[in-house]
C-alpha cells in the first residue's frame, strides 16, 4: 500500500521525466512550449494527461463554467472530429458529455486512455510516455488549426 507522499513522489517524478523528455520538442508552430501544462489559450478548453495506478489517460476537456458555453464548446469540437482524427492518424477517441470530474464539475471530453499501466512501475513509464508523447504532440498540431474556431470563446 503506497502513501499519499508516495503516491505524491511516484507522480512528480513521472511528469519530471516526461516534461525532461518533452523538453527538446517543439509545437507543431516551431515555438518552445510546456507540454506538462500544455496552455490552449481558450477558457474552458483544457489538454489534460494523468497517470495512475491503473491507466494513463489523455483528454481534451470542455469544462467552462457557463453551461451554455462548454455545451458550444464541446459542439465546435464535434464539428472538428475529423481534423482531429486525422492528426490521430484514424485513432478513436472516447467522447463523453455531461461527465463529473473529481471535483464535482460537470464537464465534457474526448479521451483516450491506456489500460493495465502502473505509475508505480518504473517499467512502465516508457509505455507510458511514449503513449502521451504521440498523443500530445498530434493534440498540439490539430489545436494550431482549430483554436482559431474557438476564438469567440474568449
Given at each position: 500500500?503506497?502513501?499519499?507522499?508516495?503516491?505524491?513522489?511516484?507522480?512528480?517524478?513521472?511528469?519530471?521525466?516526461?516534461?525532461?523528455y518533452?523538453?527538446?520538442?517543439l509545437?507543431?508552430?516551431?515555438?518552445?512550449?510546456?507540454?506538462?501544462?500544455?496552455?490552449?489559450?481558450?477558457?474552458?478548453?483544457?489538454?489534460?494527461?494523468?497517470?495512475?495506478?491503473?491507466?494513463?489517460?489523455?483528454?481534451?476537456?470542455?469544462?467552462?463554467?457557463?453551461?451554455?458555453?462548454?455545451v458550444?464548446?464541446?459542439?465546435?469540437?464535434?464539428?472538428?472530429?475529423?481534423?482531429?482524427?486525422?492528426?490521430?492518424?484514424?485513432?478513436?477517441?472516447?467522447?463523453?458529455?455531461?461527465?463529473?470530474?473529481?471535483?464535482?464539475?460537470?464537464?465534457?471530453?474526448?479521451?483516450?486512455?491506456?489500460?493495465?499501466?502502473?505509475?508505480?512501475r518504473?517499467?512502465?513509464?516508457?509505455?507510458?510516455?511514449?503513449?502521451?508523447?504521440?498523443?500530445?504532440?498530434?493534440?498540439?498540431?490539430?489545436?494550431?488549426?482549430?483554436?482559431?474556431?474557438?476564438?469567440?470563446?474568449?
Amino acid at each position: 500500500m503506497y502513501t499519499k507522499e508516495d503516491i505524491s513522489r511516484q507522480k512528480q517524478a513521472f511528469w519530471t521525466t516526461f516534461g525532461r523528455y518533452m523538453q527538446p520538442v517543439l509545437s507543431a508552430e516551431g515555438t518552445a512550449v510546456s507540454w506538462v501544462n500544455y496552455k490552449t489559450g481558450i477558457p474552458g478548453i483544457q489538454f489534460k494527461m494523468d497517470a495512475d495506478h491503473k491507466h494513463t489517460r489523455i483528454a481534451i476537456t470542455c469544462s467552462h463554467k457557463d453551461a451554455s458555453l462548454r455545451v458550444l464548446q464541446y459542439q465546435r469540437l464535434t464539428q472538428m472530429k475529423a481534423m482531429l482524427e486525422e492528426e490521430l492518424q484514424g485513432e478513436m477517441w472516447d467522447w463523453q458529455e455531461n461527465l463529473t470530474d473529481e471535483w464535482g464539475k460537470t464537464i465534457d471530453a474526448v479521451s483516450k486512455t491506456l489500460a493495465n499501466v502502473s505509475i508505480h512501475r518504473k517499467e512502465d513509464w516508457p509505455a507510458m510516455i511514449s503513449f502521451l508523447k504521440q498523443r500530445i504532440i498530434a493534440l498540439d498540431a490539430f489545436w494550431s488549426m482549430a483554436r482559431y474556431g474557438f476564438e469567440e470563446f474568449l
